[in-house]
């Protein structure tokens, strides 16, 4: 079983759409929790930081849930620009576990 | 400011050849990483140094595969007799100190013929 698991995907959504993406890590210890957003043949860019809260960062809302393990994504209102491939990404002590991403399409 | 640079960006060798990859963390950052991503995978750890050391070097695939660090800053990953499976993008990142937020550089993308 991989460290963290995600949906390949694509998703593929009109502007405007509402989009989320799931998220599963088996290190219980884990302390740290993001999303990355990859775009095509670039390196990975944070796109936030997941609290154990909930955090809203305009349009994106992430959310965890430590008792099942489970992160989510929220994308509101798409746009073409948000075409990416999303990283599920949990802290291993110092060093970060990347799921292998939900690539995203939005199409006008 | 600078961001963390990779070089080269691009680097084609044949099965056999040893090949080395740089990175020039973020100044000041004290710690550095080193992830590879194969086609359509996740990054993978390879190696992370605190400073000059490299108390976790568990990622490291094979005994072909080195790195060092000198002077707090720049680092080198060393792949001696390439393989085709060698071939990845390699992807340094550096943080401010561990656990904090780890940013990229732009990656090597290493191809072996």
């Known amino acids: 079983r991989k460290e963290v698991e995600q949906d390949p995907g694509p998703f593929n959504v009109p502007e405007g759409a509402t989009v989320a993406f799931n998220c599963t890590y088996s290190?219980?210890?884990?302390?740290?929790f993001f999303w990355y957003r990859q775009d095509c043949r670039k390196e990975p860019k944070l796109l936030m930081s997941v609290y154990s809260s909930g955090n809203e960062d305009g349009r994106f809302t992430a959310q965890l849930n430590r008792a099942s393990q489970y992160i989510s994504l929220l994308i509101r209102d798409s746009k073409l620009s948000d075409s990416a491939t999303y990283l599920c990404?949990?802290?291993?002590?110092?060093?970060?576990?990347f799921g292998s991403g939900t690539r995203l399409l939005v199409r006008p | 400011g600078a961001g963390v640079s990779q070089s080269p960006s691009n680097k084609v060798t044949e099965k056999g050849k040893d090949v080395e990859l740089r990175c020039d963390p973020i100044?000041?950052?004290?710690?550095l990483y080193w992830y590879r991503q194969s086609l359509g995978q996740g990054l993978e750890f390879l190696i992370y140094f605190q400073g000059n050391s490299a108390p976790d070097k568990s990622g490291l695939p094979s005994d072909r595969f080195s790195a060092e660090r000198t002077g707090g800053s720049v680092s080198t990953l060393t792949i001696q007799r390439t393989q085709q499976e060698d071939s990845a993008v390699y992807l340094c990142?550096?943080?401010?100190?561990?656990?904090?937020?780890?940013?990229f550089g732009p990656g090597t993308r290493l191809t072996v013929l």
């Open positions: 290190n219980s210890a884990s302390q740290s």
């Open positions: 100044s000041g950052h004290t710690a």
């Open positions: 990142a550096s943080s401010s100190s561990p656990r904090d937020t780890q940013y």
């Open positions: 990404v949990v802290d291993s002590s110092y060093k970060l576990i």
